[in-house]
Antibody, heavy 126, light 108 residues
């Protein structure tokens, strides 16, 4: 079954850290760039971070640059988001999503974020 | 950063009627425009990519159109399951990937 399953959310105090995981199954994980997107309850979608299929490059939203780190383990079909120095404004549901497909020739294509996990809620509060 | 602006914020439509949702980009995004549907308590679901290509399993009543900076998602005959929030997103100029603020389609 093609799916993404996030885990690791919870309640954390401001300034503390949390690590989110996203387990992929049913597709060739190592062929896809992967995204993290977050959503404050009742609000819109905000892109957070991206990692290339081979982990060679990463991009971050300005709001999390220097505090969050995206990584992946292709041997275990897993994506991670290490969140440090958490703030109240980081409170949100965090989704992982599949994006850029890269073929054997090294050409990469995006058809939007075509597969999403169910999300994991992070609450930053004292 | 490309800013995506959706209108209206809320669209009230009767079942069976047609709905047209607008999305404007602050600069040309070529054909790299997607639409997502999100129902309460659920993750977003890709509906349309490359402006007008329906994602796998998406009913034919959903169609996308537009070019450059102006785009439209049309739902030809609203079904009960279509009442949701819809987001547009550009993936032409990144990072960052940017979403519109969403249009809520509710029952009139």
């Amino acid at each position: 079954q093609v799916q993404l399953v996030e885990s690791g959310g919870g309640v954390v105090q401001p300034g503390k850290s949390l690590r989110l995981s996203c387990a992929a199954s049913g597709f060739t994980f190592s062929s896809y760039g992967m995204q993290w997107v977050r959503q404050v309850p009742g609000k819109g979608l905000e892109w957070v971070a991206f990692i290339w299929n081979d982990g060679s490059n990463k991009y971050y939203a300005d709001s999390v640059q220097g505090r969050f780190t995206v990584s992946r383990d292709n041997s275990n079909n897993s994506l991670f988001l290490q969140m440090n120095s958490l703030r109240a404004e980081d409170t949100a549901v965090y989704y992982c999503a599949r994006d850029l497909y890269c073929n054997d020739d090294g050409n990469c294509f995006s058809n939007g974020f075509d597969l999403w996990g169910q999300g994991t809620l992070v609450i930053v509060s004292s | 950063e490309i800013v995506m602006t959706q209108s209206p914020a809320t669209l009230s439509v009767s079942p069976g009627e047609r709905a047209a949702l607008s999305c404007r980009a602050s600069q040309d995004v070529s054909g790299n425009l997607a639409w997502y549907q999100q129902k309460p308590g659920q993750a977003p679901r890709l509906l349309i990519y490359d402006v007008s290509t329906r994602a796998t399993g998406v009913p034919a009543r959903f169609s996308g159109s537009g070019s450059g900076t102006e785009f439209t998602l049309t739902i030809s005959s609203l079904q009960s399951e279509d009442f949701a929030v819809y987001y547009c997103q550009q993936y032409n100029n990144w990072p960052p990937w940017t979403f519109g603020q969403g249009t809520k389609v509710d029952i009139k």
